[in-house]
């Protein structure tokens, strides 16, 4: 979904509400207006009755009456055939030479006597000029709704950006953030209540950010230090043991199986510092490496144990020229455990395939003969074989150096080969 600024969001919704406002009060205006004109002209009309009544009907006489009429464009007198019992006002349209059509007019039709005889008197006014300046000032007000909405929106723009830079510039520091340098962003908030309570809470949140990362830093340089060493003389004083002589068989095989547990405890307490290294950050080095001499070295150290087992190791590295800025050792990491962890989960007389083209890297493996499980795969300790003697953090290595670095890695099952692919995509020609 697309993501929109807040106050293009908040001005699409004023303009969207300023628009149905404006649809609902100009026609309300309008026939407000109409309907009150209409009154007005209507007291007029009954004015204009008062004032014939008074001058002319008195006096009037029945043989005057169309002269009357010829001299009285707007007003006559005919005869009643009943249809007309109090005044009534009407609404018709005549015919009009200066506008060729027909324009509206507001009538008053009224009963009048004149010498005992009984005749309508009618009154007409013509609206048309009325109606056309209430519907000038309707669209008028319409247009100057319209332009005061422009006017608001270019006006909260401006001011958006005025108010809201002191926003934009915690954002930008919180970005730019980086907790290893151990500093706190200095965020101004411009005398804003609430960007002076967001920057007081983000503040508050990288300061604990800040202390957390500084003990976990302190806890895995001593845990390093800490459990090395005892794992050294645990395994120097079994390596004594075994050159002791005299030991019976029994002997020899538990002092063995001591020496690989102490051997697998190891590589587990290597695994585990170096993926708490990289929770925190510490490998910031980097360097441009050249990925195909990179994975030449691997595939060089680990074919001797793929020959052990009878497994073919072969390689096709197309992109000899690719490269990329990343930390040596975490590149060697990443590669060491996909081959091996190709090796240790592979089959006597399997065979394992190494591909690098187009800033991936492949690497295929013969095996189970089933896909592996994928809420498994990369979990911390996530073995599917309770047996296996690896870590079970090899693949949760690869993933967080992924991670880190902004690569992708997957995983699928094919033609009865496991398949590890990894994009690069920071890659640098």
């Known amino acids: 979904m697309k993501q929109q600024k807040l106050l293009n969001k908040t001005l699409r919704y004023y303009l969207f509400f300023g628009l149905l406002m404006a649809l609902c009060i100009v026609p309300a205006f309008y026939g407000v207006m109409k309907k009150y004109h209409i009154h007005e002209i209507d007291e007029y009309l009954l004015l204009q009755h008062d004032n014939i009544a008074k001058k002319s009907l008195q006096t009037l006489k029945i043989s005057e009456i169309p002269a009357w009429n010829e001299y009285n464009l707007d007003q006559s007198i005919l005869p009643d055939t009943g249809q007309t019992i109090t005044n009534t006002f009407i609404t018709a349209y005549f015919y009009s030479e200066h506008e060729k059509g027909n324009e509206p007019f507001r009538m008053l039709r009224s009963p009048v006597e004149i010498e005992g005889g009984k005749y309508i008197l009618t009154i007409r006014i013509n609206i ?12 008028l007000q319409l ?14 723009g401006l001011i958006h950006n005025k108010l809201w830079k002191p926003f934009y510039k915690t954002i930008s520091l919180t970005e730019q953030f980086n907790i290893q340098q151990n500093q706190i962003p200095s965020f101004q908030s411009g005398g804003t209540q609430e960007f002076e309570q967001l920057n ?3 503040s508050t949140l990288i300061a604990n950010n800040l202390q957390a990362y500084k003990i ?16 050294a003389v645990l395994r120097s004083q079994l390596d004594n043991l075994l050159q002791q002589s005299g030991l019976t068989a029994e002997q020899l095989q538990i002092i063995q199986t001591l020496y690989e547990s102490s051997s697998r405890l190891t590589r587990i307490n290597k695994n585990l510092l170096l993926l708490a290294k990289l929770d925190n950050l510490q490998f910031t080095d980097t360097q441009t490496l050249n990925v195909a001499e990179l994975l ?8 001797t144990q793929a020959e052990a087992q009878n497994i073919s190791l072969e390689k096709q590295l197309t992109d000899r020229s690719f490269t990329l800025n990343t930390n040596k050792l975490l590149l060697e990491s990443l590669v060491n455990n996909l081959l091996s962890n ?15 083209e187009s800033g991936q890297l492949d690497i295929c493996n013969t095996g189970t003969g089933k896909p592996l499980d994928n ?7 996530g073995r599917e074989n309770a047996t296996s003697q690896g870590s079970g953090l090899g693949l949760s290595i690869v993933q967080q150096i992924c991670t880190q670095n ?8 094919e033609d009865g080969m496991h398949r590890f692919n990894v994009v690069f995509s920071s890659i640098e020609p």
């Open 128 to 139: 048309y000029e009325a109606r056309k300046i209430l519907l000038s000032s309707s669209v």
């Open 143 to 156: 247009l100057l709704f319209v332009c005061l909405m422009a006017v608001m929106t270019l006006v909260s």
């Open 200 to 202: 007081r809470a983000l």
């Open 216 to 231: 976990q830093k302190e806890f895995t340089e001593n845990a390093s230090h800490e459990t090395q060493t005892p794992l």
């Open 296 to 303: 030449q070295e691997s595939i060089s150290f680990f074919s």
């Open 342 to 356: 190709a090796i240790r989960h592979n089959e006597a007389g399997g065979k394992i395939n190494v591909t690098l």
């Open 375 to 381: 809420a498994l795969l990369f979990r911390r300790f």
């Open 406 to 413: 902004g690569w992708k890695i997957n995983y699928n099952f």
